[in-house]
């Protein structure tokens, strides 16, 4: 009894870092206010400038240059994997020891942690299993493709392996629970990228009297039935899904397994929990052997949400080439029933984190660790202050956001009272329209505008000049900059200018921010006409 009060006392001293100041904090929670979604933790909003580590990562020999890369990120949030075959080794008996070590060395460094749980499925294998049910193929089996092939996914149908899962998982959660109070892990990944490979799902002679029966009323309510392709009201899987209904039938398998899982920890720990995506090509409704069937793809997202209402978001790991489909994955998880997260995506796609940071909770680029942090350092250190204001400003339709396009041509935002133009590259002189005429032959530069008031904008971003014109009743008059102040936000979120622009820095084409991310306060006022 003494020991565990000890341990307890501990546990709390490490949160706090003072015995003074020895609390629970409150459980981090996502929430949705005014048709979008804010992450909570302590109690303030959130947002989520993450770097995930390679998936061999989680051990007492890697994570110093784990920790080293997050210090270098400027990050707030690790994101690393659980193993499943490290925490219950032997049936029954559970190993926390690497989650415990996690815990501490987070709590030094004043860092978050996401946990992903790499359990049954981790990128559509089973190879996270524990040994003693690699050995024990028989129960803890896998899927059988067409013919009889054989599939290295593990089935959905594994009762059995589904309720090993739910029990080890439940006692991960018990464990954080139990030893970190102040929630220092803030979300939990259920499962990594889920799904099958080489088969659409199961064809086992069991799983084929499953699907000739009929399809679950919950997949025929209005609201989900309206998201998928049909041919029939109701009936068996195959009439009223038709070509779609072998991927439709693993999804709702996969996801309601996932669900037992996610269900049996949350009734211990109701910490936020999601499950990540490995996508399928956003245009085009390509057919699901071209992909992971049974994941929760953009087609299929409706049939996650009735069959794991324990899953508070599906996120998207995004790496696509291209603005399009970049752009149109974030686009296709940003969803009245669904946060935007992106938990992993390529090392060079700095140049999309300002539109997930308007639209939603996190970014997160993939083995972060044994690489040069590059430029989204820069990025994230001047963010990091502000990820509350961040939140707020998006809530509050604040945020502008633009990408420069693969023509290099300059975007323009309706700010109200004024249109922004943004032209990317190092331009020359603008036009008597705002838009500049020349670029560099990259095409990575981006901005976001916040704007503060009807004259008054927070400009931030790299290799993009802001140019401003008046709109409605003011359209046409003559305009200038009031200020344009340089600098940065201090550990308080406060604004510390460093210098005010002027002269050839403004008139010319507009402020400028090059190669290394800058911010901008910039006012703006147009003439009163002489009478």
């Known amino acids: 009894m003494k020991k565990t009060l000890l341990s307890g006392l501990l546990a709390l001293t490490l949160c706090s870092g003072a015995w003074a100041q020895i609390q629970e904090t409150p459980m981090p929670k996502l929430v949705q206010e005014k048709g979008k979604y804010a992450f909570y933790v302590d109690d303030k909003p959130f947002f989520v400038l993450g770097g995930q580590c390679h998936n061999s990562s989680n051990w007492p020999s890697t994570l110093p240059k784990v920790w080293e890369t997050m210090a270098e990120m400027n990050a707030n949030t690790l994101e690393i994997p659980i193993y499943w075959e490290c925490v219950e080794p032997v049936e029954g008996q559970f190993d926390f020891s690497s989650v415990q070590l996690l815990l501490d060395q987070a709590r030094q460094r004043n860092m978050k942690l996401i946990l992903l749980w790499f359990a049954t499925w981790k990128n559509g294998s089973n190879h996270y299993m524990p040994a003693w049910m690699k050995l024990n193929s028989k ?35 018990k464990y954080l629970k139990e030893n970190d109070p102040c929630h220092t892990v803030i979300m939990v990944q259920v499962q990594n990228e889920p799904g099958t490979w080489d088969s659409v799902r199961d064809y086992s002679q069991s799983v084929d009297k499953l699907f000739n029966q009929p399809v679950p009323s919950a997949l025929l309510k209005p609201e989900i039935f309206s998201q998928l392709e049909t041919k029939a009201k109701k009936g068996t899987w195959s009439e009223v899904f038709g070509d779609r209904a072998d991927e439709y039938f693993n999804a709702w398998h ?120 590059g430029p989204l350092a820069l990025e994230y250190k001047a963010l990091l202050p502000i990820t509350d204001k961040l939140t707020q400003w998006r809530l509050e339709d604040r945020i502008f956001t633009a990408i420069e396009p693969e023509d290099h041509q300059s975007q323009r935002l309706d700010l109200g009272e004024w249109e922004a133009i943004l032209s990317f590259g190092k331009a020359v ?42 709109q409605g009743k003011n359209k046409g008059r003559a305009w200038h900059y009031l200020k344009v102040e340089e ?34 306060h910039i006012s703006v006022y147009v003439r009163e006409p002489r009478k």
């Open 139 to 173: 129960t803890y089996y896998n899927v059988v493709g067409k013919g009889g092939k054989l599939v290295d996914s593990p089935s959905a149908h594994c009762e059995a392996a589904m309720k090993a899962d739910a029990k080890a998982f439940t006692q991960f959660m």
């Open 254 to 373: 996969i996801a309601s397994y996932i669900e037992y899982v996610a269900a049996a920890g949350k009734a211990v720990n109701p910490l936020p929990m999601f499950v990540n995506v490995a996508l399928r090509a956003p245009f085009g409704n390509p057919p699901a052997t071209n992909y992971e069937s049974g994941g929760a793809t953009d087609n299929v997202i409706g049939i996650y949400k009735a069959a794991a209402p324990h899953i508070d978001f599906v996120a998207p790991d995004i790496y696509q080439n291209g603005d399009a489909d970049y752009m149109e994955s974030i686009k296709l998880y940003t969803r009245k029933d669904n946060a935007l997260m992106v938990p992993e995506t390529h090392a060079n796609s700095t140049k999309y984190l300002y539109e997930v940071v308007s639209r939603g909770i996190g970014f997160s680029p993939f083995g972060v660790d044994g690489r040069p942090a």
């Open 487 to 520: 600098g940065s936000f201090n550990e308080k979120g406060e604004w510390v200018p460093s210098r005010i622009l002027n002269g050839d820095e403004t008139d010319w084409t507009g402020p400028y921010v090059g190669a290394k991310p800058q911010i901008l």
């Open 429 to 470: 002189r603008s036009n008597t329209q705002g838009a500049s005429t020349a670029h560099e032959d990259s095409s990575d530069g981006h901005a976001m505008i916040v704007k503060l008031n009807a004259n008054e904008f927070y400009c931030m971003g790299s290799n993009v000049r802001f140019s401003f014109l008046p």
